[in-house]
């Protein structure tokens, strides 16, 4: 009877504990938005000083510059990572390959790309496109071509990844309906970006790799996609897909036409991806890591 007792004891023990641990990984939409705000002000202490060391050694003039901002923008997204690990975790689960991503890997991309087309082909129709495309690309004329590559199509995409979707929507899946999770991680992702076109890009964006993120809980899809779509525009440029089509399509009728083509596409790699992973993969709130 005893033992029995003492089995109950130590089970409900157990299940507080357990409980208390989803608790503390939870995190509130001000929580997000936190994580989100400590990440540029890491990125500022990382650039800033860089850029006012590169002046003092005499390394103003636009040869030099453009490298020195190069190296401090590939260094601030693993500087912003680091400090929100140190205070956040990921859960192992983030880290998990799984056969079955082989054949997702191709599905998500089509995802990814048809949202991302349609999406860039709407906002080529917002009154000013052309200034905010320029005011875009304004952004990164000062800094080194190949590092601009490696910061923003490598370093940056795994990064963002491990912030955006490892932390933020972790932590707001443990907190939201996963609609509502996605939504919110979303937003922050998309806001942080602070360029109009890039903002409302970054959102669609968000929605895909946080849903992606949501059934498989891991960061390996998401990162590899993201990597591929930024590689791509910095590579082709943010609009040039958009021109291509355009002219290849000739008619402007047929060229807003493919948006709903682009979408339908999406959405059939969607379907074709929860036919093929089946419901959102469940994890153990215990299994977790401190990186």
């Known amino acids: 009877m005893q033992d029995q007792i003492t089995e109950k004891n130590r089970s409900t023990e157990d299940q507080n504990n357990a409980a208390a641990f989803v608790q503390q990984q939870q995190l509130t939409l001000w929580g997000g938005i936190k994580v989100a705000l400590i990440v540029l002000l890491a990125q500022m202490l990382v650039t800033i000083p860089a850029v006012i060391i590169s002046m003092a050694l005499g390394l103003g003039d636009i040869n030099n510059m453009d ?21 956040h975790n990921l859960e192992k689960s983030a880290w998990d390959w799984i056969g ?30 052309d200034s905010m495309l320029e005011s875009y690309g304004a952004m990164f004329e000062n800094i080194n071509p190949t590092l601009l590559l490696i910061a923003g199509g ?11 979707r490892g932390v933020i929507l972790k932590g707001f899946l443990k907190t939201f309906h996963p609609a509502k999770a996605i939504i919110f991680s979303s937003l922050i992702f998309g806001v942080i970006h602070f360029m109009p076109l890039q903002v409302i890009s970054a959102f669609f964006a968000g929605l895909v790799l946080g849903y992606i993120y949501y059934k ?18 910095f590579t082709l440029g943010l609009d040039a897909e958009q021109d291509a089509s355009q002219s290849l399509l000739g008619s402007e009728a047929l060229y ?9 596409i999406s959405w059939l790699a969607y379907m074709a991806f929860e036919y093929l992973h089946g419901s959102a993969r469940q994890v153990d709130t215990e299994n977790h890591s401190i990186v």
């Open 216 to 233: 498989t809980r891991s960061l390996w899809l998401p990162i590899i996609i993201h990597v591929i779509n930024n590689v791509i525009a």
């Open 100 to 129: 079955s991503y082989i054949v997702l890997l191709p599905i998500s991309i089509i995802m990814l790309y048809g949202m991302s087309y349609a999406v860039g082909g709407i906002l080529s129709y917002l009154p000013g496109y």
């Open 256 to 264: 807003i036409a493919s948006f709903a083509g682009a979408l339908l």
């Open 67 to 87: 490298v020195a901002m190069g190296i401090a923008l590939a260094l601030s997204f693993p500087a912003a990572a680091w400090i929100i690990l140190r205070f």
């Open 154 to 164: 490598f370093i940056g995409p795994v990064c963002e990844e491990v912030i955006f």
